[in-house]
């Protein structure tokens, strides 16, 4: 059965939110990233209006660039918790049309409509509607495409910008593809894009009339892949990743312990150790939950959310330790220790780094840290508190 795949890409969305939350900005070029210090500053462009696009201005773009190009142009630092806050209300309306929904980054994602769309009236009316929706309630516009599969949808999304939508019919795939540059095909890099362009293939049809054996000569491993893209071919599915609600570590002490510091080293540890993790699966939360079990086994929860989507390891150290010390002097030996955090958000992934030299002190230190771990092992690197705990062991 031919299926119905929806991808939704909001427009200019940093840039959009600052439009919407200032209104003296819209209508004008909005350029969200960090300083242009009037043309002197480092750093790139986030995102932008599509007011400054007009200008050449684009992401990634070198700030001081985007400053010679529009020096009248709104400048304006990123608001990522805004932008967050935003992109979870997306999820939730995207969530009323199918329980399958794929979010990729923060401001886009994938639904398989598939079984839900008769209910709507359609793919095209599923899509209308969540066009809508988002207008209505978030005041944003979103580009949808809809098509048979993931790849040719996110294409669809991307051609009628801003406020687009775009339908690819089943049987139609490689006349919809066929004059598109072969820079559009997902997962052609420059050096795949350069080969073609020296093979004098630009189109996307021009591919799709290779055999795939000639492409596999040329091409070798890619080629496969190539032919099947060219024909718009791409049967992976729409993995709901909604799923997950919460992560967690915890410790059960190999003796029950009485003494509150030696419990609040081992949350200190914890810590690190669960944000690491979630800055590598690139997840962050809003409510950071202590667990604690007692000798006799009896388990409490304490919890504190924030405004903030977090993964910082100083927040969440804190936010467990000042939970611990909420219960007061210890009755009894603890058992068991954990933090978790939920309230999950999708984070967007590479993107952020483009907020690097933003980045306040602390992100930057435990990205530090982590690759120095990731190159020297778990006991190369140490914050005081640690190396506290290492000093207290040795004299032990
Ligand atoms: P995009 O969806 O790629 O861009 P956009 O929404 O600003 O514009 P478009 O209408 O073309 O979709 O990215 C979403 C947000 O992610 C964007 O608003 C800012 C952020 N972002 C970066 O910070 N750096 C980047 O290089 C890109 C591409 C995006
Ligand atoms: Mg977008």
């Known amino acids: 059965m031919p299926r119905a795949i ?27 990233g960090s300083d242009p210090k009037g043309g002197a500053g480092r750093g790139v462009v986030a995102t932008c209006s599509y007011e400054a696009r007009k200008y050449g201005i684009h992401s990634a773009l070198p700030i001081s660039q985007a400053y010679k190009r529009c020096p009248h142009g709104i400048y304006v630092r990123g608001r990522h918790s805004r932008y967050s806050e935003l992109s979870g209300k997306m999820t939730s309306i995207l969530g009323e049309f199918t329980p399958l929904v794929q979010k990729i980054s923060i401001d886009e994602a994938f639904l398989d409509v598939t079984a839900s769309m008769h209910l709507f009236g359609g ?13 209505q309630e978030l005041h944003l516009t979103a580009s949808v495409g809809v098509a048979p599969n993931k790849f040719l949808a996110k294409i669809a999304s991307d051609l009628k910008k801003p406020d687009g939508l775009v339908v690819v019919k089943e049987g139609k795939e490689k006349e919809f ?32 009339e290779r055999s795939q054996v000639e492409l596999n000569r040329d091409f070798g491993k890619h080629g496969n892949a190539l032919w099947r893209l060219s024909q718009g071919l791409d049967d ?22 009485a003494d509150p510091e030696k419990v609040e080293k081992v949350l200190f540890r914890l810590a690190e150790s669960l944000s690491r993790t979630m800055r590598q699966e690139k997840v962050k939360g809003r409510t950071i939950t202590l667990k604690i079990r007692f000798e006799d086994f009896t388990t409490h929860t304490r919890s504190r959310t924030f405004a903030d989507f977090i993964d910082s390891t100083q927040i969440i150290k804190g936010v467990a330790i000042s939970l611990f010390r909420r219960f007061g ?68």
């Not at 793919?123 to 207008?135: F, M, Q």
């Not at 780094?353 to 980045?359: I, K, M, N, P, V």
């Open 6 to 32: 929806l991808h939704v890409d909001m427009d200019a969305f940093f840039a959009a939110v600052e439009q919407l939350d200032n209104p003296s900005y819209r209508g004008k070029p909005v350029i969200v």
């Open 177 to 208: 593809l066929k004059d598109l540059h072969i820079s559009r095909l997902w997962g052609v890099g420059k050096k795949t894009e350069e080969a073609l362009l020296n093979r004098g293939i630009e189109k996307v049809g021009q591919i799709a």
């Open 123 to 135: 793919a095209l009316e599923v899509a209308k509607l969540l066009k809508l929706r988002i207008h």
């Open 236 to 257: 992976r599915p729409v993995e709901a990743n909604e799923g997950r609600k919460s992560i967690s570590q915890e410790t059960t002490f190999d003796e029950d312990i």
């Open 329 to 396: 002097e210890l009755e009894q030996k603890v058992r068991l220790v954990g933090i978790g955090v939920s309230q999950l958000s999708c984070s967007v992934g590479e993107q952020l780094g483009l907020f690097d030299q933003e980045a306040p002190l602390n992100t930057k230190l435990s990205n530090l840290l982590d690759s120095l771990r990731d190159k020297f092992g778990e006991g190369a690197v140490g914050r005081a508190a640690m190396l506290e705990k290492r000093t207290t062991k040795r004299s032990e």
